[in-house]
Nanobody
Framework: VQLQASGGGLVQPGGSLRLSCVAS????????MGWYRQAPGKERELVAR????????DYADSVKGRFTISKDNAKNTVYRQMNSLKPEDTAVYYC???????????WGQGTQVTVSS
């Protein structure tokens, strides 16, 4: 499974960005796709994840109501819409996928999101 993330960049506080992650390879090997982030000096944390077949979603408390994860199975793509961005959302964002037993078995490259005025 290969994961290709895109869509990061610089945005002002209160702004929006949409990240995309395209999966290729043995798609049948995973049940969950998600987004994680790692800020400087901090551990990597889960931001949001989505069940590939059923669409169940799960969010970190820090992003609930601001971030939305969605998917397009036909395009093997997961999206994350980020609204009302805050400086503390600045991080490298990674997409990941895997079976239920290991939802982050496969990793894509990170994409930098910087929220600053």
């Amino acid at each position: 499974v290969q994961l290709q993330a895109s869509g990061g960049g610089l945005v002002q506080p209160g702004g929006s960005l949409r990240l995309s992650c395209v999966a290729s390879g043995s798609i049948s090997r995973f049940n969950v796709m998600g987004w994680y982030r790692q800020a400087p000096g901090k551990e990597r944390e889960l931001v949001a994840r989505i069940q590939w077949s059923g669409g169940y979603t799960d969010y970190a408390d820090s992003v609930k109501g601001r971030f939305t994860i969605s998917k397009d199975n036909a395009k093997n793509t997961v999206y994350r819409q980020m609204n009302s961005l805050k400086p503390e959302d600045t991080a490298v964002y990674y997409c990941a996928a895997g079976p239920y037993s290991d939802p982050s078995m496969y990793w894509g490259q990170g994409t930098q999101v910087t929220v600053s005025s």
